[in-house]
């Protein structure tokens, strides 16, 4: 029995990841929805831009939550939310919960990675999936306690991954450049 899969169809963002976002963003500096939603853009790499019938219900639900409140209008006619002392506490909340939810979700780790490899060309991709794996576990080990890391060992992180994104993207660029 053959399955046929959805071609036509993009998977859909993450309950909850939208609120987060917007949070984080938020954690930084003051923000009008439509700067929420073009900085979500460029760090999806064009990929997902959401729109104002997402950002703009958000922000309101936020602002009667009292987590945030409305700043002035700036000379462009932005209307900027900036956090409350409830909204941080509140942000500090998801992140914990985040993390909770992040770690009991490792246990997919190896499935996820192994999930990436599958079709017929499956075994062209097998002397990646433990390097992967051991790469993924590493980092989510490292992140999972930063207050034990040293400004050297970020410096480290840092250089590892560049070098690892490097080496990858050359790859992925002789890929792009034969299609």
């Known amino acids: 029995m053959m399955i046929e899969i959805a071609r036509d169809r993009t998977l859909g963002v993450p309950r909850g990841l939208l609120r987060f976002l917007v949070l984080e963003m938020l954690s930084g500096k003051p923000m009008a929805g439509a700067e929420i939603s073009e900085e979500i853009e460029v760090q999806t790499n064009g990929r997902w831009k959401p729109s104002p019938g997402s950002i703009y219900p958000l922000m309101a639900w936020m602002l009667r939550k009292g987590f945030t409140i409305e700043l002035p209008k700036n000379p462009e006619g932005l209307k900027r939310y900036s956090f409350t002392p409830a909204g941080q506490q509140y942000f500090e909340k998801q992140i914990r919960l985040g993390k909770d939810f992040l ?77």
Not at 142 to 149: A, E, I, R
Request: aromatic share 2%; hydrophobic share 35%; net charge positive.
């Open 103 to 179: 770690r009991k979700m490792e246990f997919l780790t190896p499935i996820l990675i192994g999930g990436l490899q599958i079709g017929p060309n499956r075994e062209k991709l097998s002397k990646t999936r433990e390097p992967a794996r051991n790469l993924l576990k590493a980092f989510m080990t490292l992140t999972h306690n930063p207050d034990k890391l040293s400004a050297a060992d970020t410096t480290k992180m840092a250089e590892a991954l560049r070098d690892c994104a490097e080496k990858l993207g050359k790859i992925a660029q002789k890929l792009e450049d034969e299609q």
